[in-house]
C-alpha cells in the first residue's frame, strides 16, 4: 500500500527565503511522485513530477524537488520565495501497479511574509 | 494545451436529491479517476476506471456512488442520495494508457449538500 506523510501543516517563509516544504512516502514498489499546488477555491496544478531517471527534478515557478530513495522523501524546494507561492501543497504517490491512482498527503499551507 | 473540463462548476443540491458530475476526458485518454476533497482536507481517491468497468474503488465509493461514460466521450459520477457529508469539491483525472501515472486534473466541482 501506499501513503505519503507531509511534515508541516503550515510553513511561513519571508518573501526571498528558501521554501522548504517536505515530503516522505511509503510504496511497495518503486514510487512516482508529485507536487501539486492548489490556489484558493481552484483545483490541483501540477508543479514536477518524479518517474525515473534524474533524482532531482524540476518544475514550474521556480520549484524542485529531489528523490531520495534510501530516505524515501521527496521534499520540495525554491531558493527565493515570492508572495505569489502563498498556497497549499499537495504530494502525491502513484502506483503503475494501482492502475495509476494517486494517494495524496494531507498538504502544506505555505504562507509567505513581507 | 489539452484539458480535462468539469460541469457544473458549482452544484448545490438538497439532502436526498440526486446529482451528476460531469467531466470530459482528454481526447485520447482512456483512464478515468474521481477524487474528493472535504473543505480544507486532503484529495482522497474515489474511483477509477478503465475500459467501461471499476478498476478500484475506495472505501468512500459506496454504494450510492455510480461512476459511468454513456456516450463514450462525458464520464460522469452520481451520487443517488446525497448526504450532507457529501459536500466536497470532485476531481476528474484522466490519463493516458502509455504514460498512466501522469494524471490530468480538472478544475473541480463544488458540491454543496444543503
Known amino acids: 500500500a501506499q501513503s505519503v506523510t507531509q511534515l508541516g501543516s503550515h510553513v511561513s517563509v519571508s518573501e526571498g527565503a528558501l521554501v522548504l516544504l517536505r515530503c516522505n512516502y511509503s510504496?511497495?514498489?518503486?514510487?512516482?511522485l508529485f507536487w501539486y499546488v492548489q490556489y484558493p477555491n481552484q483545483g490541483l496544478q501540477l508543479l514536477l513530477k518524479y518517474t525515473t531517471g534524474a533524482t532531482l527534478v524540476k518544475g514550474i515557478n521556480g520549484f524542485e524537488a529531489e528523490f531520495k530513495k534510501s530516505e524515501t522523501s521527496f521534499h520540495l524546494t525554491k531558493p527565493s520565495a515570492h508572495m505569489s507561492d502563498a498556497a497549499e501543497y499537495f504530494c502525491?504517490?502513484?502506483?503503475?501497479?494501482?492502475?495509476?491512482?494517486?494517494?495524496f498527503g494531507d498538504g502544506t499551507t505555505l504562507t509567505v511574509k513581507p | 494545451e489539452p484539458e480535462v473540463t468539469q460541469t457544473p462548476s458549482h452544484q448545490v443540491t438538497q439532502m436526498g436529491q440526486e446529482v451528476i458530475l460531469r467531466c470530459v476526458p482528454i481526447?485520447?485518454?482512456?483512464?478515468f479517476y474521481w477524487y474528493r476533497q472535504i473543505l480544507g482536507q486532503k484529495v482522497e481517491f474515489l474511483v477509477s476506471f478503465y475500459n467501461n468497468e471499476i478498476s478500484e474503488k475506495s472505501e468512500i465509493f459506496d454504494d450510492q456512488f455510480s461512476v459511468e461514460r454513456p456516450d463514450g466521450s462525458n464520464f460522469t459520477l452520481k451520487i443517488r442520495s446525497t448526504k450532507l457529508e457529501d459536500s466536497a469539491m470532485y476531481f476528474c483525472?484522466?490519463?493516458?494508457?502509455?504514460?498512466?501515472?501522469?494524471?490530468?486534473f480538472g478544475p473541480g466541482t463544488r458540491l454543496t449538500v444543503t
Open positions: 510504496s511497495s514498489v518503486p514510487p512516482y
Open positions: 481526447s485520447n485518454h482512456l483512464y
Open positions: 483525472a484522466t490519463a493516458d494508457p502509455t504514460n498512466l501515472y501522469e494524471q490530468y
Open positions: 502525491a504517490v502513484s502506483e503503475i501497479t494501482n492502475a495509476g491512482k494517486s494517494t
